[in-house]
């Protein structure tokens, strides 16, 4: 169960845009099980995170990160307590907040390029400002794979996909649930390096 309260890090440069101010004040969260017992996840969690700061939640399986993350995400209500992204409570998912998860999820009829763009093009920006999308792909090494199909990518090539196409759209913040959990050992160690010169 995560119980914590942060400890203020030094910020780093932010990606993009300009970051945004996380408050996750005092939620506690449950999750109701078969037979009508609760199961506590999350109590009385309280953490500040600054724009542009890097914060990593570190725990055993199971004890509520992705569970925190989700809330943060918006992608539902905290059962108690209130979580603001610069002072506005955080009601619903918002392309300002990007999550990437441990699977890539990259439509496979789609071009790497194409999945990339996807946000954009829900967005209707015009095509004339897709110059990001190939920013994006150079920022994560695929320049040379823009035209491939996500199946002929390997795992951490489809995961630098996933990460572009977060990118694009400038998030305020970026959420990433062990994106990397299912990379090798040395794609790991790479992507990690990667991330943080991101
Ligand atoms: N939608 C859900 N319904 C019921 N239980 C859930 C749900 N999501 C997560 N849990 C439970 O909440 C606990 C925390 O899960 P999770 O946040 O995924 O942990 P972590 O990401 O730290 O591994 C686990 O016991 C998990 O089984
Ligand atoms: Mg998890």
Request: include cysteine; charged fraction near 20%.
């Amino acid at each position: 169960m995560v119980n914590a309260t942060s400890e203020l890090q030094q910020p780093v440069q932010a990606l993009g845009a300009a970051g945004a101010r996380i408050d996750i004040a005092n939620v506690s969260h449950h999750f109701a099980q078969p037979g009508g017992a609760s199961l506590p996840v999350l109590d009385h969690v309280s953490l500040q995170v600054r724009p542009g700061e890097f914060v990593a939640l570190l725990g055993p399986s199971g004890c509520g990160k992705s569970t925190l993350l989700r809330l943060v995400a918006g992608l539902e209500p905290p059962a108690h307590g209130q979580i603001t992204q610069d002072g506005q409570p955080i009601e619903r998912p918002d392309p300002s907040r990007i999550v990437v998860f441990q699977d890539p999820t990259l439509f496979p009829w789609r071009t790497v390029r194409d999945n990339v763009a996807l946000g954009l093009q829900a967005r209707k920006v015009p095509k004339d400002q897709h110059a990001r999308v190939d920013e994006a792909l150079a920022l994560v090494g695929l320049s040379e794979f823009a035209a491939s199909y996500p199946h002929q990518l390997s795992g951490g090539m489809a995961q630098r996909a996933a990460l572009a196409r977060a990118l694009v759209n400038e998030p305020q913040l970026l959420i990433l649930d062990e994106p990397l959990g299912k990379l090798d050992s040395l794609t790991r160690l790479s992507m990690q390096g990667e991330l943080l010169k991101l």
